[in-house]
């Protein structure tokens, strides 16, 4: 993960206003509003949560907001843009960190964030994200990264969805996928429920006997599986977990299982 501190030039260029992630493996962006940005404050689409009390912003509006601040694919000279600026095809990330993040729009710019020396309220944020998440008949089972698990009827998370077209379409879920850095569950690629709203979804519940071989099912994986996930070698599995990196839940002979939600967050 890539972290970078929106800041704006006319307010404070020491105070964090937002807080921009980019997941590489996904790839996806993710922004965090900070809590004391008003929304006069808050540049624009960002501004808009802010009204509403949000503070987590969707994927695809914080895309939106990363494409207002950079050159457009379809730029007339594009081949010569990204020639200049030492790119062999076009990159929305490394566009907008060649030009941190600036624009003619606003005073905004990004200022990459050292890791492990997060801010306190993005360190706070990341905690209550999405780890991993299984099924069990006809409810989704979401475990946070606090501990936490929620377990959440299939209508329930539908419903969460808004998505109109996957409540036409869907009668029961199809694909689930945790986005980037578990800020929200992606639905059939129709629709997303964030993190914050999937910690109020469903029950808080406990996991018996039956629904842990559920869990364990669908999200142990071999050393092979983790080392496809992290595009490695298996001899780099074993040498991360030599090194602490990586810790296995189980070793079986010449194998080590783990949790989905450990390896996939070393990937990202």
């Not at 306190?120 to 936490?148: C, H, M, N, P, Y």
């Amino acid at each position: 993960m890539k972290a970078y501190a929106i800041r704006d030039r006319t307010i404070d260029r020491n105070r964090d206003l937002a807080w921009l992630l980019y997941y590489e493996k996904t790839p996806e962006f993710h922004i965090e509003i900070s809590s004391l940005t008003d929304e006069w404050e808050a540049p624009l689409i960002l501004s808009s949560y802010v009204k509403r009390g949000l503070y987590s912003v969707g994927t695809q509006d914080s895309l939106l907001w990363v494409r207002q601040r950079i050159v457009p694919p379809d730029r007339q000279n594009l081949g010569m843009i990204l020639k200049e600026n030492g790119l062999a095809e076009y990159d929305e990330y490394r566009l907008l960190a060649i030009a941190d993040g600036r624009c003619a729009q606003d005073e905004c710019y990004i200022a990459a964030l050292q890791q492990g020396r997060y801010p306190e309220e993005l360190q706070a944020r990341l905690r209550t994200k999405v780890r991993e998440i299984f099924r069990t008949q006809d409810s989704v089972w979401v475990l946070f990264r606090d501990g936490l698990v929620r377990k959440i009827p299939d209508r329930e998370l539908l419903e969460c969805a808004r998505s109109e077209r996957l409540r036409a379409c869907q009668e029961r879920l199809g694909t689930l996928r945790v986005c980037g850095g578990g800020h929200a569950l992606n639905v059939d690629d129709a629709g997303e429920v964030p993190a914050e709203q999937l910690r109020m979804a469903g029950r808080e519940a406990s996991m018996g006997a039956d629904v842990f071989r559920a869990y364990m099912r669908q999200n142990l994986l071999s050393t092979a599986e983790a080392a496809d996930i992290l595009c490695c070698s298996r001899q780099n599995i074993q040498d991360l977990v030599r090194r602490g990196r990586l810790v296995p839940v189980m070793e079986l002979g010449n194998t080590f299982l783990f949790t989905r939600g450990d390896i996939e967050e070393l990937s990202s």
